[in-house]
């Protein structure tokens, strides 16, 4: 049983939130969106707008997190500076089941392996030589790490993704077939890191391929040789980065983006849907098109 009384608690302690209409406790029973949001459902709402706060004075055992410059509801809730954000959090606390550390015993695991005892490795997942695996991290099913990939804590590697195989370095002689060449640097990931589904993270050919802190990269995306990705990237479905680009912290890369190879991308700078990005990016900027060119600057984000 979840009750309001320990998210409020936990709002209040780990996000710095205040509780309105708070009087006495009850059971919430899972979330909802603001259209099928009801008793014991909890939700959130950027604006608050005409039907949500009709909808708010009729509830008794409901609760809404809001912005503190919301309008006064009428249920239990929740004041904070980003409702999104924080109803994120209280989902992840309360409301996702955790996966049990351990291994799986169908996991295929070379024996030189360092694997922390708090980690979860999922169903079949393949763990090659030389690997390391931090304190909290989860591999979900079919995850594969070919070799030498040392991933730190709280990390979540979802389904099918396969991290640090050969990347497509060729080497051409004139009558002669093609060589392929070895990879050899291995993957260096770093603490709170989301790898999507179907998603290849390359090898380094000499020195890792190499992802910061906090970067979320979502489903089927290409990540090759050499890159290095800074903290709290966003790498989005279908996006392609070339070998040895440089991305700086808090750069967003859109849907079915491609960036070509050896150019570096500035902090908070912005690829947008589709882009073709063929030079360097400054940082501070939305670039867009086929090739992409500069749209227009952006400030500083507030990161929280």
């Known amino acids: 049983m979840i009750l309001f009384s320990q ?46 706060l009709k909808r708010s004075h009729q509830m008794k055992n409901a609760a809404l997190i809001v912005h503190n410059d919301a309008e006064n509801v009428g249920c239990p809730c929740i004041r904070v500076k980003n409702p999104r954000l924080v109803f994120a959090k209280i989902v992840e606390e309360f409301f996702v089941p955790k996966p049990l550390p351990g291994i799986d015993p169908t996991a295929v695991i070379a024996q030189d392996c360092e694997i922390d005892p708090t980690a979860s490795i999922g169903p079949f997942c393949v763990i090659g030589p030389s690997c390391k695996i931090g304190a909290g991290t989860v591999l979900h099913k079919h995850v594969v790490l070919s070799k030498k990939i040392t991933i730190g804590k709280n990390c979540v590697l ?89 991305l700086g912290e808090n750069v967003t890369i859109a849907p079915n983006s491609t960036v070509i190879q050896a150019v570096e991308i500035g902090e908070n700078s912005l690829v947008g849907l589709g882009a073709v990005v063929t030079k360097s990016v400054p940082s501070n900027v939305i670039v867009a098109g086929v090739p992409a060119k500069v749209i227009r600057e952006i400030p500083l984000p507030e990161y929280k």
């Open 7 to 52: 998210i409020a608690k936990f709002a209040v302690e780990r996000q710095s939130a205040k509780i309105e209409n708070f009087l006495d406790d009850f059971e919430l029973q899972g979330v909802a969106t603001q259209r099928s949001w009801r008793e014991n459902k909890l939700a959130f709402s950027n604006e608050v707008d005409v039907e949500i």
């Open 158 to 246: 979802w389904s099918h993704c396969v991290i640090g195989e050969d990347g497509y370095g060729i080497e051409r002689s004139r009558g002669a077939l093609q060589t392929r060449l070895p990879h050899l640097g291995g993957v260096l990931i770093g603490d709170g890191v989301h790898i999507g589904n179907f998603t290849s993270v390359v090898a380094g050919t000499i020195d890792p391929t190499f992802i910061d802190d906090g970067t979320m990269i979502d489903n089927l995306v290409h990540v090759a040789h050499n890159v290095k990705i800074g903290k709290n990237c966003q790498i989005i479905a279908c996006a392609e980065i070339s070998g040895s680009v440089i």
